[in-house]
């Protein structure tokens, strides 16, 4: 077929040629919306560097957790801002802990929404790291001991689905055989099979308080500039019963996100981080572009590419665009 008897323009000629052959939708249902839950009370803090997003108190975060599922958004995933920290992250795995609190409020008052939680340890311990630290570096296996009941606590609490962000080697492993022990069987678990070492974090940072209080995460988290890496690292969450794998961040890595998709048959999420939202925030907020059309664009790629789900800043606004 060649010009001029094949035309390609034929079929983008209106609105209703163009949905009728279009290869890729977004949905609401694809989307889990981050949540930051803060000890206290009273407590709506806006992230300076994420316009609409806040610090919340369990009350806060309760009524948004009931209008994220007034809009049809099936998941939120909850990262905690403790009262304290120490050196072994305590308050990630005690049954009083932000999180677990969160848990319980949420599903007391909006049971129908999947509540995921982000299982790490870096907002929890005072050095900002993601584990214990033994000779100024993160000790992976006693680590994955805490990572492990952290998990349990959180499926004590009603957790949906837990989701190890560590990067420590055999931590679904280790999650899977402590929560079939105790009885939460049925409980996914959402890798973050594949995450970078990515300077898109930066405004997570300020959100979830916390950046590391020396060096930095290279030595657990991925090279930004490998690929067949990440392979070797989703196959080895595969073995071990994961659930879904994440690639993390999405944006600058949709190449990664695609080899998964073509090589694993798990349900495959996107994590549209916090750089990548601020960035359109900042963009739009200038004029330099129309800040809707790119955001929902963003997120189509991020589903061309192969994902199922996208976690992302953007859901609720997403959600209301799409609806239009």
Not at 93 to 108: F, L, M, N, V
Not at 210 to 220: I, K, L, N
Not at 255 to 278: I, K, T, W
């Amino acid at each position: 077929m060649y010009f001029p008897a094949y035309r390609a323009r034929r079929l983008r000629r209106n609105d209703n040629l163009r949905r009728m052959v279009r290869e890729t939708a977004l949905s609401v249902s694809d989307f889990i919306y981050p949540m930051f839950s803060a000890h206290g009370s009273g407590i709506r803090k806006e992230i300076s560097s994420m316009p609409g997003i806040y610090q919340q108190s369990i009350e806060h975060i309760v009524e948004e957790a009931k209008e994220v599922h007034a809009l049809g958004i099936p998941a939120v995933i909850l990262f905690g801002i403790p009262e304290f920290k120490d050196p072994l992250g305590q308050d990630a795995y005690s049954d009083q802990g932000i999180i677990q609190r969160t848990i319980r409020a949420i599903k007391e008052a909006v049971p129908e929404l999947t509540v995921i939680t982000d299982v790490c340890l870096c907002e929890y311990t005072d050095h900002g790291h993601c584990g214990v630290i033994k000779n100024g570096a993160v000790d992976n296996d006693e680590t994955l001991k805490l990572l492990a009941a952290e998990a349990l606590s959180h499926a004590r609490a009603g957790a949906d689905i837990v989701a190890p962000s560590d990067m420590m080697d055999g931590r679904v492993a280790a999650i899977r055989e402590l929560l079939d022990a105790n009885g939460f069987e049925q409980i996914p678990i959402m890798s973050y099979a594949v995450k970078y070492a990515s300077a898109y974090y930066g405004p997570f940072r300020e959100a979830a308080e916390s950046t590391p209080q020396f060096g930095d995460r290279r030595a657990y988290q991925m090279d930004p500039a490998n690929r067949r890496e990440a392979l070797r690292e989703a196959e080895l969450d595969v073995q071990e019963c994961a659930d879904f794998l994440m690639v993390k961040p999405a944006l600058a890595y949709l190449d990664v996100l695609r080899d998964l998709r073509e090589n694993f048959q798990l349900p495959l999420v996107a994590y549209n981080v916090s750089g990548e939202f601020s960035m359109i925030k900042a963009a739009a907020e200038k004029g330099w572009i129309d800040g809707e059309r790119v955001m929902l664009e963003t997120l189509l790629g991020m589903k061309r590419a192969g994902a199922d789900l996208i976690i992302t800043y953007h859901a609720k606004e997403a959600a209301l665009a799409l609806r239009k």
